[in-house]
């Protein structure tokens, strides 16, 4: 499971996603769940911090696992 903490005007909020590529599914809809500039608290799949991940928006997170998709 995909745990996305960010922060949305000034509250932080989380989102979960069954796996990375449904989070970048939802993210290229018309609307997506996520706005791209919403900065990043933590991210965590499988209940570990993503170690490489060096990114600090949601748009960054998006172009990580859509690279690796």
Same mark, same amino acid.
């Given at each position: 499971? %995909?745990?996305?903490? /960010?922060?949305?005007?000034?509250? =932080?909020?989380?989102? #979960?996603?069954?796996?990375?590529?449904?989070?970048?599914?939802r993210?290229?809809?018309?609307?997506?769940? %996520?706005?791209?500039? /919403?900065?990043?608290?933590?991210? =965590?799949?499988?209940? #570990?911090?993503?170690?490489?991940?060096?990114?600090?928006?949601?748009?960054?997170?998006?172009?990580?696992?859509?690279?690796?998709?």
């Amino acid at each position: 499971m %995909l745990i996305i903490k /960010y922060v949305n005007q000034g509250i =932080t909020e989380e989102i #979960k996603y069954d796996s990375t590529a449904q989070f970048v599914a939802r993210q290229q809809l018309e609307v997506p769940d %996520l706005q791209d500039y /919403y900065p990043l608290v933590e991210v =965590t799949l499988d209940g #570990k911090p993503v170690k490489d991940f060096t990114g600090t928006t949601i748009v960054d997170l998006f172009n990580y696992y859509n690279v690796l998709g």
